[in-house]
């Protein structure tokens, strides 16, 4: 008697393709994006408390340790973040044929070319704070300024909410079960 062969059938295509794992295209990102962005923060800071001091003996520089020397001389208090460490990539932005020419521009230029390295290039990480900042402006200005809630009443009013109240009777809405079942954190 031949073999049934419903029974035997193996299905080569799976019924939901989409949730099974599967491995991203492009290439794995070096650094986390908010990381970079954070740093470029962090550096612009401490760039603009040093900048008056430290921008004219920086731009004179003409080598690497002169950089180095600048930071120790005239920026005591963020030398160990910068140098010896980065002094090689200060240099090289500070002789780009492209630096900026005012104060702040040139302080936003070197904390966000250095934001990301030594995992990212200068320009990578610069075009990470862009993007940054591009999604930083696209978020709305607004904030909600008033909830409400549909509400059921025991006094028999059914309607919006009020305040987070009924407006028949003034009864408060509880979030004493949102507290209770781990949905609102107060």
């Given at each position: 008697m031949p073999k049934n062969?419903?029974?035997?059938?193996?299905?080569?295509?799976?019924?939901?393709?989409?949730?099974?794992?599967?491995?991203?295209?492009?290439?794995?990102?070096?650094?986390?994006?908010?990381?970079?962005?954070?740093?470029?923060?962090?550096?612009?800071?401490?760039?603009?408390?040093?900048?008056?001091?430290?921008?004219?003996?920086?731009?004179?520089?003409?080598?690497?340790?002169?950089?180095i020397e600048a930071f120790e001389n005239h920026a005591q208090p963020y030398a160990q973040e910068f140098v010896p460490r980065l002094a090689s990539d200060i240099f090289e932005l500070i002789k780009e044929t492209g630096f900026p020419q005012r104060a702040k521009a040139q302080i936003n230029h070197i904390a966000e070319s250095l934001a990301g390295r030594p995992t990212v290039s200068l320009r990578t990480s610069r075009d990470i704070c862009g993007k940054m900042r591009a999604e930083e402006s696209a978020k709305s200005p607004y904030k909600i300024l008033r909830k409400e809630f549909y509400v059921v009443c025991e006094c028999g009013y059914k309607g919006p909410a009020e305040f987070d109240a009924c407006r028949k009777c003034g009864a408060q809405i509880s979030y004493l079960p949102d507290i209770l079942f781990g949905s609102k954190s107060f």
């Amino acid at each position: 008697m031949p073999k049934n062969k419903s029974i035997d059938l193996k299905l080569e295509k799976p019924i939901d393709r989409f949730s099974e794992e599967r491995p991203k295209r492009g290439r794995p990102r070096l650094s986390r994006y908010p990381e970079v962005w954070g740093r470029a923060g962090n550096y612009k800071y401490s760039l603009s408390q040093a900048w008056p001091k430290l921008g004219a003996p920086l731009l004179r520089s003409q080598i690497v340790e002169e950089v180095i020397e600048a930071f120790e001389n005239h920026a005591q208090p963020y030398a160990q973040e910068f140098v010896p460490r980065l002094a090689s990539d200060i240099f090289e932005l500070i002789k780009e044929t492209g630096f900026p020419q005012r104060a702040k521009a040139q302080i936003n230029h070197i904390a966000e070319s250095l934001a990301g390295r030594p995992t990212v290039s200068l320009r990578t990480s610069r075009d990470i704070c862009g993007k940054m900042r591009a999604e930083e402006s696209a978020k709305s200005p607004y904030k909600i300024l008033r909830k409400e809630f549909y509400v059921v009443c025991e006094c028999g009013y059914k309607g919006p909410a009020e305040f987070d109240a009924c407006r028949k009777c003034g009864a408060q809405i509880s979030y004493l079960p949102d507290i209770l079942f781990g949905s609102k954190s107060f």
